[in-house]
Nanobody, 126 residues
Framework: QVHLVESGGGTVQAGDSLRLSCAAS????????MAWFRQVPGKEREFVAA????????IYADSVKDRFAVSRDNAKNIVYLQMNNMMSEDTALYYC???????????????????WGQGTQVTVSS
């Protein structure tokens, strides 16, 4: 069983930066691709960024490319989402997610991720 806990959310001004963390626990969790998704009320959960088990070749949604960076520290079992030059459109509940197929390539699809955290709220005021 994989357990994910997000932290680092808060309220920032447009143009500011924020770093989210996702602490993962469970056997072999470091072998899974992990991702960040976000959701606003009344809308579907949308993909933000994902990273492979090895940390190479991350993928991003077009809306955050060049502003956000995903990384992981497998020694600590933590995945990060560095968010820069934030905009009001980034306001959402941010979720961390983990696949369960070891060494699989990261995906943008919600259904490919089977473990989810409880979410951390990010609010960007303009």
């Amino acid at each position: 069983q994989v357990h994910l806990v997000e932290s680092g959310g808060g309220t920032v001004q447009a143009g500011d930066s924020l770093r989210l963390s996702c602490a993962a626990s469970g056997p072999t969790v470091r072998n899974y691709a992990m991702a960040w998704f976000r959701q606003v009320p009344g809308k579907e959960r949308e993909f933000v960024a994902a990273i492979s088990w090895s940390g190479i070749a991350p993928i991003y949604a077009d809306s955050v490319k060049d502003r956000f960076a995903v990384s992981r520290d497998n020694a600590k079992n933590i995945v990060y989402l560095q968010m820069n030059n934030m905009m009001s459109e980034d306001t959402a509940l941010y979720y961390c997610a983990a696949m369960t197929t070891q060494y699989a390539a990261p995906s943008m699809e919600t259904n490919d991720y089977h473990y989810w955290g409880q979410g951390t709220q990010v609010t960007v005021s303009s």
